[in-house]
């Protein structure tokens, strides 16, 4: 019976290639130039001889990267970006927090680096030619930028649905843009043809030695920047894998120490995926929020290279990028797209996991971009302090009955209501249900929750926390009530103080014999909050309702309730009875 066999000798001296696994991404070895994956590939000397000169290949075949880092041309079009310190997020975490600004670049994307670096090593030939790229986002405006500065003919394929702010902004930038197909996979099959047809030279966005090397003069910037000595952890945001494949494989040659961590979300997360598989996998689908980090496959050559130098890679929420977006605001007054805050938002769940008594620990997260759409920063504001656990949606159940809705406030406080949905549905003596937001800290979190638990059910109110129900985040906070019949209602949309109590003065000046039967606000942060208000008033008691109006002394203004005028001034009434009453 023969012995063991010995695992044969790679070129880089290892043994083994050690592919991390999901639970345990940690590497005790690391090298400049990592080792083929297990599975069988292309001769790298076939793969990438004919675009990598001999001088810039090892003995292996493959790229050296630290030499194509060193040497590569991105400073020609880009100037180093700031390594700016996050104060806030650095007191509130304890520890040193840095942000990589390459939200600040031309195109305010990180993708020019790499972009221009693949299209300067261009031959005279393929720049006559001219270049194509597929792409809806920062690829496509790192491409024409490019183009433009090096005087080579772009052309940008994008799907025929793409945004007209998008596709205008890359043809200002001097591409000439093809809209085809009616989403990605089309387009990129179109701009295969137009390659094939006309000779162009194809500059993919991630899976290239060129752009790679690009994207790796950002951790050449960062270690120049910073205290290697007080240096855990860089943190990058991971869609096809070049810009952490990049910086990671310069870090991990001049500072082997310092951790390499990606970021993916939850529903885009190829990286994860692949490096539980041993090789690289195509998701079913992937979601668009962070949608420059949206992909369904990681590279070949950067799944490659993230296998060897990537210690972990984290997976955030929704919610948790949101708040990272604030977060960046709040410490630098500019918005970075949810792809660019993706980093940051792993390295606060990174500082969760991993508390430390060493508050000079430096922490650095690659700021990826800024190329934000306008439409979404009311969501990213409306989730932000959910993300960040500062506030909590909650589903309530009180007795349908007069005074239950003050109880309830009342046991609330002293938290700040930010939210209130409800509808009469009645009868008296049923059960109404309410969906209330609460203004939480993170830090007690838990504990005031529980304590708030503990007061409602002392009044008799049934709670439930639904703050992770994307269905209640999403729709059922904008569905609660509904049509009702509510005899002797009246309506009116008053302009609250958005002062702490304002809501509780409203509710105990109301007299005891008035019931509220409609009851909408949500904090906005305007310095006043719109409230609209259902108060059933008994037939006699007008002159009392007339009263607790002028005591309250809170602007408003009476919605007439089944006028069949038109136009300004019976447009609400109109509203009303179509949506709010049977």
Not at 196 to 203: E, N, P
Not at 415 to 424: C, G, H, K, P, Q
Request: glycine share 8%; proline share 7%; net charge neutral.
């Amino acid at each position: 019976m023969s012995g063991p066999s010995t695992p044969p000798s790679l070129p880089n001296g290892s043994t083994e290639p050690q592919t991390p696994t999901i639970g345990s991404l940690s590497l005790t070895e690391y090298t400049a130039h990592p080792s083929p994956p297990r599975s069988a590939s292309p001769s790298p000397k076939t793969k990438f001889k004919s675009t990598i000169p001999d001088a810039f290949l090892l003995p292996n075949g493959y790229p050296d990267y630290l030499r194509l880092i060193l040497t590569s041309r991105v400073y020609e079009v880009v100037e180093e970006t700031p390594l700016t310190h996050a104060t806030n997020l650095s007191n509130r975490l304890e520890c040193n927090v840095l942000l990589k600004r390459e939200d600040l670049q031309p195109v305010f994307s990180f993708k020019l680096r790499g972009a221009y670096n693949r299209m300067a090593h261009l031959t005279p030939e393929e720049r006559w030619k001219g270049v194509v790229a597929c792409s809806a986002g920062n690829h496509a405006q790192g491409v024409a930028y490019s183009a433009r500065r090096l005087k080579i003919p772009a052309t940008i394929v994008m799907p025929a649905g793409t945004p007209a702010i998008k596709h205008k902004n890359v043809s200002r930038l001097g591409g000439s843009v093809v809209l085809h197909g009616a989403d990605f996979d089309a387009a990129k099959e179109e701009s295969h043809k137009l390659s094939v047809q006309h000779g162009l030279t194809q500059i993919p966005p991630f899976d290239d030695p060129y752009v790679i090397a690009g994207q790796g003069t950002i951790g050449m910037e960062l270690l120049r920047q910073t205290n290697l000595q007080d240096l855990e952890a860089v943190f990058c945001c991971v869609g096809g894998g070049g810009l952490i494949a990049g910086t990671g494989v310069y870090i991990k040659r001049i500072a082997p120490h310092v951790k390499i961590i990606g970021v993916e979300t939850y529903d885009a997360n190829a990286m994860v995926q692949s490096i539980k598989e041993g090789r690289p996998v195509v998701l079913k689908d992937v979601g668009l929020f962070a949608d420059g980090a949206a992909v369904r496959t990681v590279g070949d050559e950067t799944f490659r290279l993230c296998a060897e130098v990537v210690d972990d890679v984290i997976q955030v929420s929704t919610d948790e990028t949101c708040a990272a977006i604030k977060d960046v605001f709040e410490d630098t007054r500019s918005i970075v797209e949810p792809a660019g805050a993706l980093a940051l938002a792993g390295l606060k769940k990174y500082v969760e996991r991993n508390p430390s008594p060493n508050h000079r620990r430096g922490l650095v997260a690659v700021a990826s971009g800024a190329n934000m759409d306008f439409d979404r920063l009311r969501f990213v504001a409306q989730r932000a302090a959910l993300g960040e656990h500062r506030e909590a949606l909650l589903a309530v159940t009180i007795p349908e009955e007069p005074g239950s809705f003050a109880r309830l406030v009342a046991a609330v406080r002293p938290l700040d209501v930010t939210e209130f949905s409800y509808r009469y549905r009645g009868p008296p003596g049923s059960a109404a249900h309410v969906l209330m937001g609460v203004a939480l800290s993170a830090a007690t979190r838990v504990r005031d929750l529980a304590d708030l638990s503990a007061r409602l059910a002392g009044a008799g109110v049934a709670v439930v926390d639904v703050s992770d129900s994307e269905l209640a985040k999403s729709h059922v906070r904008y569905l609660v009530g509904g049509r009702s019949r509510v005899p002797d209602e009246r309506v009116y949309m008053f302009e609250f103080p958005e002062r702490q109590g304002a809501l509780y003065k409203f509710l105990t000046t109301l007299r005891p014999g008035f019931n509220i039967s409609l009851f909408h606000y949500r904090n906005y942060g305007s310095d006043v909050g719109k409230v609209l208000a259902g108060i059933q008033c008994p037939e006699g008691e007008e002159e009392g309702l007339r009263r607790f109006l002028k005591e309250i002394r809170y602007p408003f203004e009476e919605v007439d309730v089944g006028r069949e005028g038109k136009g300004d001034d019976g447009v609400d009434g109109v509203v009303f009875d179509m949506f709010m009453k049977d």
